[in-house]
């Protein structure tokens, strides 16, 4: 209803003065708030007032001067589509006035019919009819808008008669053409995929069941080629009394790609872990190899040696204070060889020597040929700022990549270089050796051992080489 402190400005579009007067009269007693009433003779004047006056309220004769019958309610209702028109007709325009209503006007009034008090009914009950149904429009407008500016598939289930409504979404995303899309529920329980179906469907009714307001699921939904989309489906379920549910609006968004990526990257992080463990076991059985050949073909053929000399020297009383003494200095050499030994299999305590005095020691014990000159570049002082495994990790590639350069390379030199950069640690490490072509994928133990080792970091890792003109492995790790 009309609110208590709200003066109404109205226009009455009427060619006859008595007409008009006793409009007036009847506008007077019914004692409805008014400010201004404005008179226009003709449809053409009509216009002008209501895009100079802006009124609440419009009372329209049909017969005018310069319009006549619907025509006249037409064009005023096209120039003033958010005001109440109420048609003032007369008994043989009583049919026309009807038609009035189902094109837009609020009601009608049949002249020498009605008195103040029909008068304030037909103003009050319009306007506010007017005010509902141009909240219903805004609203109408609004949705469609929202509709046109998503990409998800709206589908809207009506749970009274079973039928479903879509946007367009069901032939740009799924390639239905119009004539192919049934507005029944059936036809879009059918399009599930058989192994969701039944799952899909239970979901909703225990949502409803339960009185939940909303549901959310993935699965697949098949496309007018016959191939099924991956689909993240959203359903809002309106209520009526009771809490009983009477509608179900749905979005569904594809997420076909999301699901393959996802897929791709799982496949990567299975194939990057056989890898991890692949190297790991064949380090390993390196190592051992290593091991079993160094004890074997070294240390086992000195303390053999030394052995030999204590059994002649146990025999042989002349020549004993010589053989004794040879086997002394081949004892000493086994220690020294299996300290070496071990020192290339312990962890350094880097915690207590920092990375680089491990690296020089590294290099000092390493079998260098005279030929090979390796220099070392660690002044950065964050570089000791690391954590311990950090730098173990680096110190093992160091190794690794040393060890490649002295049995493959033939080099002459070699440069390790360390620094920090924005929180990650750099290692390059670069020699003048043969080089090799970088695009065959032929890869030895060491160099997949480095390849795990800085993938675990989540590190990164390039390798600059070509025949000819040496090797370059630019490493880093997050800090």
Same mark, same amino acid.
């Given at each position: 209803?009309?609110?208590?402190?709200?003066?109404?400005?109205?226009?009455?579009? @009427?060619d006859n003065p008595s007409d008009f007067f006793l409009f007036c009269e009847y506008l007077k007693l019914s004692k409805l708030p008014t400010k201004n009433i404005f008179?226009?003779?003709?449809?053409?004047?009509?216009?002008?007032?209501?895009?100079?006056?802006?009124?609440?309220?419009?009372?329209? %004769?049909?017969?005018?001067?310069?319009?006549?019958?619907?025509?006249?309610?037409? =064009?005023?209702?096209?120039?003033?589509?958010?005001?109440?028109?109420?048609?003032?007709?007369?008994?043989?325009?009583?049919?026309?006035?009807?038609?009035?209503?189902? =094109?837009?006007?609020?009601?009608?009034?049949?002249?020498?019919?009605?008195?103040?008090?029909?008068?304030?009914?037909?103003?009050?009950?319009?306007i506010e009819r007017k005010k509902i149904l141009q909240k219903v429009v805004e609203n109408f407008e609004r949705y469609n808008t929202l509709i046109k500016a998503t990409?998800?598939?709206?589908?809207?289930?009506?749970? !009274?008669?079973?039928?479903?409504?879509?946007? @367009?979404?069901?032939?740009?995303?799924?390639?239905?053409?119009?004539?192919?899309?049934?507005?029944?529920?059936?036809?879009?329980?059918?399009?599930?995929? *058989?192994?969701?179906?039944?799952?899909?469907?239970?979901?909703?009714?225990? +949502?409803?069941?339960?009185?939940?307001?909303?549901?959310?699921?993935?699965?697949?939904?098949?496309?007018?080629?016959?191939?099924?989309?991956?689909?993240?489906?959203?359903?809002?379920?309106?209520?009526?009394?009771?809490?009983? *549910?009477? =509608?179900?609006?749905?979005?569904?968004?594809?997420?076909?790609?999301?699901?393959? $990526?996802?897929?791709?990257?799982?496949?990567?992080?299975?194939?990057?872990?056989?890898?991890?463990?692949?190297?790991?076991?064949?380090?390993?059985?390196?190592?051992?190899?290593?091991?079993?050949?160094?004890?074997?073909?070294?240390?086992?053929?000195?303390?053999?040696?030394?052995?030999? +000399?204590?059994? $002649?020297?146990?025999?042989?009383?002349?020549?004993?204070?010589?053989?004794?003494?040879?086997?002394?200095?081949?004892?000493?050499?086994?220690?020294?060889?299996?300290?070496?030994?071990?020192?290339?299999?312990?962890?350094?305590?880097?915690?207590?020597?920092?990375?680089?005095?491990?690296?020089?020691?590294?290099?000092?014990?390493?079998?260098?040929? *005279? @030929?090979?000159?390796?220099?070392?570049?660690?002044?950065?002082?964050?570089?000791?700022?690391?954590?311990?495994?950090?730098?173990?990790?680096?110190? !093992?590639?160091?190794?690794?990549?040393?060890?490649?350069?002295?049995?493959?390379?033939?080099?002459?030199?070699?440069?390790?270089?360390?620094?920090?950069?924005?929180?990650?640690?750099?290692?390059?490490?670069? %020699?003048?050796?043969?080089?090799?072509?970088?695009?065959?994928?032929? =890869?030895?133990?060491?160099?997949?051992?480095?390849?795990?080792?800085?993938?675990?970091?989540?590190?990164? $890792?390039?390798?600059?080489?070509?025949?000819?003109?040496? +090797?370059?492995?630019?490493?880093?790790? *997050?800090?």
């Amino acid at each position: 209803m009309l609110a208590a402190n709200h003066s109404l400005n109205i226009l009455v579009v @009427e060619d006859n003065p008595s007409d008009f007067f006793l409009f007036c009269e009847y506008l007077k007693l019914s004692k409805l708030p008014t400010k201004n009433i404005f008179r226009a003779e003709r449809l053409s004047e009509a216009v002008l007032l209501v895009h100079e006056h802006q009124p609440d309220l419009i009372f329209l %004769d049909l017969s005018l001067p310069d319009s006549d019958g619907i025509n006249s309610f037409e =064009r005023l209702n096209e120039e003033a589509r958010h005001i109440s028109i109420i048609v003032l007709s007369g008994l043989s325009d009583r049919q026309i006035a009807l038609n009035t209503i189902s =094109r837009g006007a609020q009601d009608y009034l049949v002249k020498g019919e009605f008195d103040d008090k029909v008068l304030a009914k037909s103003i009050q009950y319009s306007i506010e009819r007017k005010k509902i149904l141009q909240k219903v429009v805004e609203n109408f407008e609004r949705y469609n808008t929202l509709i046109k500016a998503t990409s998800d598939t709206i589908w809207d289930w009506d749970l !009274r008669t079973n039928d479903v409504l879509w946007n @367009e979404g069901i032939s740009s995303v799924f390639g239905f053409a119009p004539g192919e899309v049934q507005n029944t529920i059936e036809w879009h329980h059918q399009n599930i995929h *058989p192994e969701d179906r039944e799952r899909i469907l239970q979901t909703i009714s225990a +949502c409803m069941r339960e009185g939940l307001d909303h549901w959310q699921e993935e699965y697949r939904y098949k496309s007018a080629n016959g191939v099924y989309k991956f689909v993240y489906d959203r359903g809002y379920i309106l209520k009526a009394e009771h809490n009983k *549910p009477y =509608r179900i609006l749905g979005a569904m968004m594809d997420i076909t790609e999301r699901k393959k $990526m996802q897929e791709e990257l799982v496949r990567n992080q299975i194939e990057t872990q056989k890898l991890i463990t692949q190297v790991t076991i064949q380090t390993q059985e390196q190592e051992r190899r290593e091991i079993g050949h160094e004890l074997h073909d070294n240390i086992n053929q000195i303390l053999a040696t030394a052995k030999l +000399c204590v059994d $002649m020297a146990i025999n042989e009383e002349e020549h004993r204070k010589e053989l004794l003494s040879k086997s002394y200095e081949n004892i000493t050499k086994a220690i020294n060889e299996i300290r070496a030994l071990s020192k290339t299999l312990v962890p350094p305590s880097l915690g207590d020597i920092g990375l680089k005095e491990a690296l020089i020691e590294l290099i000092e014990n390493l079998t260098v040929s *005279p @030929e090979l000159k390796i220099r070392i570049k660690a002044n950065d002082q964050h570089i000791e700022n690391m954590s311990n495994n950090k730098k173990l990790i680096m110190y !093992r590639i160091v190794q690794e990549q040393l060890n490649n350069i002295l049995k493959h390379s033939g080099a002459t030199e070699a440069l390790i270089e360390l620094k920090t950069m924005r929180n990650w640690l750099q290692l390059n490490i670069k %020699d003048n050796g043969i080089g090799f072509d970088t695009r065959k994928k032929n =890869r030895g133990i060491g160099l997949n051992n480095i390849i795990s080792r800085v993938e675990m970091q989540n590190g990164k $890792m390039e390798i600059i080489s070509a025949p000819g003109k040496g +090797c370059t492995l630019k490493i880093e790790i *997050p800090g």
